[in-house]
């Protein structure tokens, strides 16, 4: 197993993976393909990918606002759980962040994904009871 930063030749293999782990994406917003090759070449230290024989297993991006650092869109294929593979991509993407100064890395978890609660607690991780989490959106799609 390796773990290198994606490129965009490998976008339609990461659609499948997150389709295969049930992840939902934004395939009109942040997720389309001219998104994702415009985040590449801007944080391309920051898109990891797991590959097993030259397939795409896992993936993990981080992102930068230049306080903290943010880990986004982690999947592992359903045949890979429960193997560490996500600790090792968590890793990976922590020590990106960290070689670019972040000092505070940061997730957003949805109330009904236990497992990745489970996952990121495990890793220290510290869930904020006091923090609700607002967002403001052109539309659905983004
Ligand atoms: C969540 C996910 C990324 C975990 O990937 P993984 O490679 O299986 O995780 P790991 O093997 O590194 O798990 C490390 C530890 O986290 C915990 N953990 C991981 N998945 C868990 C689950 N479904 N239920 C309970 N605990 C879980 C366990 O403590 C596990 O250690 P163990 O296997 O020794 O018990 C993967 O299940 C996935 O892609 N899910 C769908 C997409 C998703 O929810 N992404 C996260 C968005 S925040």
Known sequence: MEIRTLKIEDYDSLIALWESANLPYKPQGRDSKREMKRQIECDSD??????EDGNLIGVIFG?????KGWINRLAV????????LAKKLI?????????RGRKIIC???E???KGS?????????VKHEDIFYLSK??????
């Open 117 to 125: 609660l489970i996952l990121f607690k495990k890793m220290d991780y």
């Open 63 to 67: 992102t930068d606002d230049g306080r």
């Open 107 to 109: 997730t957003l978890i």
């Open 111 to 113: 109330d009904w994904n």
């Open 91 to 99: 890793l990976a993407v922590e020590d990106a962040l960290r070689a």
């Open 137 to 142: 959106r052109e539309d659905d799609d983004v």
């Open 77 to 84: 294929e359903p045949s890979h759980e429960r193997k560490g």
């Open 46 to 51: 920051l898109m990891l990918g797991a590959f």
